[in-house]
């Protein structure tokens, strides 16, 4: 994670991004699921391929 983007960051939206981490990681943990450490990393591996199809897509280069 890059320490300057976090830096400049709003307050308001870093909380706004750490409720968003907050309902995935509930969801990834709650007795419901019953997710191995395994499928939580194939999670948010399909979840990194569609941001980065999502900025193939949109033509955004970092």
């Keep these: ?3 300057k983007f976090l830096q400049e ?3 308001y939206r870093l909380n706004q991004l750490m409720k968003i981490a907050s309902k995935v990681t509930d969801l990834m943990v709650s007795n419901v699921w019953h997710l191995t ?3 939580m990393t194939v999670v948010l591996d399909v979840v ?3 941001i980065e199809c999502s900025k ?3 033509n955004v280069f970092e």
């Design 56 to 58: 193939e897509d949109k």
């Design 9 to 11: 960051m709003s307050p």
């Design 37 to 39: 450490f395994n499928e």
């Design 48 to 50: 990194r391929h569609g």
């Design 1 to 3: 994670m890059d320490e």
